[in-house]
């Protein structure tokens, strides 16, 4: 039976101007999702880089596109979870898609508990194996 892979849109959000801690954050972030049976773990760009420099493209800091196995989803979000408990000041924001199915969860420690995001996790489940 092959399985479908999903497509997650992760953004970490900072209050404040702070590219260089954003840019550190979404480092370690990415380093730990890498971690798990993911499929890939991508940066997010912006296009081309303007003429006359020397990078190929553009990385926006902050967000990254994780492909993975459906199967896989409940223990990212365990991680992400974790990850924002050690880090509360850290927001993520998540846009999973599954083929055409797509759902936005917005976890933010000081606003949603543990309690709701399991929940939300499990409802997310339920939906993208329907």
């Known amino acids: 039976m092959s399985e479908y892979l999903a497509e997650l849109f992760i953004e970490v959000l900072l209050d404040g ?28 760009t912006n ?3 303007p003429d006359g420099t020397k990078a190929l493209d553009i990385t926006i800091i902050g967000q990254m596109v994780v492909t993975l196995a459906p199967a896989i989803i409940p223990p990212l979000f365990e991680l ?12 993520v924001k998540i846009r999973v898609k599954v083929g055409k199915r797509t759902a936005l969860i917005e976890y933010d420690p000081t606003k949603t508990s543990a309690q709701e995001l399991e929940v939300l996790v499990k409802t997310l489940g339920k939906s993208l194996k329907a």
Not at 80 to 91: C, G, N, Q
């Open 47 to 49: 296009g081309s880089a």
């Open 80 to 91: 992400l979870k974790s990850w924002v408990e050690r880090k509360p000041s850290t927001p």
């Open 17 to 44: 101007e702070d590219h260089a801690e954003l840019d550190e954050l979404t480092r370690q972030l990415k380093a730990e999702v890498e971690d798990l049976s993911v499929d890939s773990v991508e940066d997010v």
